[in-house]
């Protein structure tokens, strides 16, 4: 008889153990987030709806998530219709957005147009048809709106970019396509006096320069 207090005493323990097991083995089936919930299989008929589809028409005005173009000028390239000669007020001209355009331009573009943009890309070299030069005066004359809309949209034969280029990249690629055109035409008078200093080595007549192992010329 001394000895039933103990038992009993152990007994309760393992009760309440056991009970505390149970509830957790409930609780745990209360957060199931949803994934036993019944549902209809994509295509699948539907006896709820009067049209007997279970795929629901998506409501007039909706905007697919992360995919508000709610500013017409960055998204566009146009303002009031009219293709835009300026960059947008996000965009900054900087040389990290002229170093990304020539990164995206050499990936996307240069296939076709090639690097120097002349439009005798590799893909032209072995019988693509020859897009226009970015050099010729209908192009160089064109707002900088005109080359972010055709990457946006494509133009000729031509495809749209605008699942693989991002719309900032898109601008990089403007501004980088700008500064080709107007690289072409440049002349010393058109550096800046503080870097003409860095040309030196790539012209014909100048002396060596010792600072960059003799002054060797870059492509």
């Known amino acids: 008889m001394a000895h039933a207090p103990i038992f009993s005493a152990h007994a309760g323990r393992r009760a309440l153990v056991g009970g505390l097991l149970l509830a957790s083995a409930l609780l745990a089936g209360c957060r199931q987030d949803m994934h036993d919930t019944p549902r209809y299989e994509a295509l699948e008929q539907s006896d709820f709806f009067a049209d007997k589809r279970a795929m629901r028409p998506i409501p007039e005005g909706a905007v697919a998530r992360g995919m508000l173009l709610d500013d017409d000028v960055f998204y566009t390239g146009k303002q009031d219709g009219e293709l835009i000669t300026g960059l947008p007020a996000q965009v900054t001209l900087d040389a990290a957005l002229i170093d990304r355009g020539q990164n995206r331009f050499n990936i996307y573009c240069a296939p076709c147009h090639?690097?120097?943009?002349?439009?005798?890309?590799?893909?032209?070299?072995?019988?693509?048809?020859?897009?226009?030069?970015?050099?010729?005066?209908?192009l160089r004359d064109a707002a900088i709106g005109y080359f972010y809309d055709v990457?946006?949209?494509?133009?000729?034969?031509?495809?749209?970019?605008?699942?693989?280029?991002?719309?900032?990249?898109?601008?990089?690629?403007?501004?980088?396509?700008?500064?080709?055109?107007?690289?072409?035409?440049a002349t010393v008078e058109d550096v800046p006096a503080e870097q003409r200093g860095a040309l030196d080595g790539r012209a014909p007549s100048a002396a060596p320069d010792a600072s960059h192992g003799g002054g060797a010329a870059h492509d």
């Open 114 to 138: 090639s690097q120097l943009g002349d439009g005798n890309g590799t893909v032209v070299q072995r019988g693509y048809k020859r897009p226009s030069s970015f050099h010729d005066p209908r």
């Open 151 to 185: 990457i946006t949209n494509g133009f000729g034969q031509m495809p749209d970019y605008r699942a693989q280029i991002a719309p900032q990249d898109r601008w990089a690629i403007a501004s980088y396509i700008r500064a080709l055109q107007l690289s072409q035409g």
